[in-house]
């Protein structure tokens, strides 16, 4: 049987105003009314343990939602029951927005660890980004880099090696961390190197013998989930790519 979403009571104690993520997940310059409107919106704090959905493909668009810590992945599920991965999610950055084309979820959002979102219902967002323009205009440019993101992915699949997807996947792993304010060459992979190959279009195999070869290369260093750049530059410069649109 699937694991459910578990419901926390909301967390009063955090709000945005002191939240870590804040630049990354807020429109800057917003002054002090106004972010006292959109705390009101998002005052629905949800955890889930890993495993859990946090939506599913078919399920009507209800919220959007903002990952205040944790990991997640999205994923589609193909006719025989094949899962093809369509992208992971860190704090800091906005789940739901595959839904608003037609109100529906096309794909299902998944906890990789134990993790909590702060939920955004969608209509009361919509109402409140037409009375804040630089809500709308923050919006707008979170579902252009979803739309940049995905000729990436396009990009990465339809002509480079896999030596140059993997180091591709690292570097934005990289840029995504540091924009966080964490390491930007140490770091912990949450999914599983299956899951990475997935995403990427590799087998299991392949995504472990590359690995292994940037390692004795010494651009990188693994241990398990753990993975330290020891060379970014020479990294970007071997395989001559950017990898900032993943």
Same mark, same amino acid.
């Given at each position: 049987?699937?694991? @459910?979403?578990?419901?926390?009571?909301? /967390?009063?104690?955090?709000?945005?105003? $002191?939240?870590?993520?804040?630049?990354?997940?807020?429109?800057?310059?917003?002054?002090? *009314?106004?972010?006292? @409107?959109? +705390?009101? =919106?998002?005052?629905?704090? !949800?955890?889930? !343990?890993?495993?859990?959905?946090? %939506?599913?493909?078919?399920?009507?668009? @209800?919220? =959007?939602?903002?990952?205040?810590? *944790? %990991?997640?992945k999205t994923l589609v599920l193909h006719?025989?029951?094949? +899962? /093809?991965?369509? *992208? %992971?999610?860190?704090?800091?950055? #906005?789940?739901?927005?595959? *839904? #608003?084309? $037609?109100?529906?979820?096309?794909?299902?959002?998944?906890?990789? +660890?134990?993790?909590?979102?702060?939920?955004?219902?969608?209509?009361?967002?919509?109402? =409140?980004?037409?009375?804040?323009?630089?809500?709308?205009?923050?919006?707008?440019?979170?579902?252009?880099?979803? #739309?940049?993101?995905?000729?990436?992915?396009?990009?990465?699949?339809?002509?480079?090696?896999?030596?140059?997807?993997?180091?591709?996947?690292?570097?934005?792993?990289? @840029?995504?961390?540091?924009?966080?304010?964490?390491?930007?060459?140490? %770091?912990?992979?949450?999914?599983? !190197? /299956? +899951?990475?190959?997935?995403?990427?279009?590799?087998?299991?195999?392949?995504?472990?013998?590359?690995?292994s070869q940037f390692q004795e290369a010494?651009? #990188?260093?693994?241990?398990?989930?753990?993975?330290?750049?020891?060379?970014?530059?020479?990294?970007?410069?071997f395989f001559g790519y950017s990898a900032?649109?993943?």
């Open positions: 049987m699937s694991k @459910q979403l578990i419901f926390a009571p909301a /967390q009063r104690g955090a709000s945005c105003s $002191n939240c870590r993520l804040r630049p990354g997940c807020l429109p800057a310059g917003m002054t002090g *009314g106004e972010l006292a @409107q959109l +705390e009101d =919106l998002a005052r629905g704090k !949800r955890t889930f !343990r890993r495993g859990d959905h946090l %939506f599913r493909s078919g399920s009507p668009l @209800q919220s =959007l939602y903002a990952v205040r810590s *944790g %990991f997640f006719g025989d029951g094949r +899962e /093809q991965v369509t *992208g %992971f999610q860190m704090a800091g950055e #906005i789940i739901g927005m595959d *839904g #608003i084309s $037609n109100d529906t979820h096309t794909c299902d959002a998944v906890a990789l +660890e134990d993790s909590e979102v702060c939920e955004l219902p969608f209509g009361k967002l919509e109402e =409140l980004g037409r009375t804040l323009p630089a809500l709308q205009r923050h919006l707008h440019r979170a579902m252009s880099r979803e #739309i940049v993101r995905d000729h990436g992915i396009m990009l990465l699949l339809g002509s480079m090696r896999a030596e140059e997807r993997l180091a591709a996947f690292l570097l934005n792993m990289s @840029q995504r961390f540091a924009a966080r304010g964490y390491s930007p060459s140490a %770091f912990n992979l949450r999914m599983t !190197r /299956q +899951e990475i190959g997935n995403y990427l279009g590799m087998k299991l195999e392949t995504v472990s013998r590359t690995l010494g651009l #990188i260093s693994v241990r398990n989930k753990a993975v330290e750049i020891l060379d970014a530059k020479n990294l970007r410069a900032s649109a993943l």
